[in-house]
């Protein structure tokens, strides 16, 4: 039942030359998402954290409040990392995702081809401390990861030439 609304959605806008995204997932299964997901984050939290904020900005975004979506933005961490850890840490989130909470992701246009059937939360100045809130995030490392990534790092110290 979930699929097919997703795929009418698809049927509705496709012809309408629309860019849309719209996707089904099993709830059930996202506590044992969650354990799969820490263990990444765990793990990209060790990398410079550059690696993680240049494919939050690559990565396919829905509008405002920093709503990304996770596969791509893994996709593009799993491209540029050198480690070998979180490669394989990446591939186990996306195959339990696909294999346990996809129910079904349909899009049109080209906005959304890259869109896999997640929004996460990942935004890109500045964490909102009313996530914390969210069981999700109290739960979960979601949240250590966002306040990571958001955090301004402290600028160098000011170098003086000794005189």
Known sequence: MAAAAVQGYKAFYAPKGTATTQSAIRTANLVGFRAVLDRWVDLVMQEDKKLATDARAAAVGFGGA?????????????AN????????QT????????????????????????????????????????????????????????QWLTAKDAAPAATTAAR
Request: a negative charge; zero cysteines; charged letters at 25%.
């Open 66 to 78: 920093g709503s990304k979506d996770l596969t791509h933005f893994m996709e593009l961490v799993h």
């Open 91 to 146: 591939v186990k989130v996306m195959n339990y995702f696909y294999d346990h909470v996809l129910v079904d992701n349909a899009t049109t246009g080209d906005k959304f081809k890259k869109a896999y059937g997640l929004g996460v939360y990942l935004p890109g100045w500045s964490f909102d401390a009313d996530y914390n809130e969210l069981s999700w995030a109290k739960d979960g490392r979601w949240d250590e990861f966002m």
């Open 81 to 88: 990392t050198k480690s070998a850890a979180l490669k394989t």
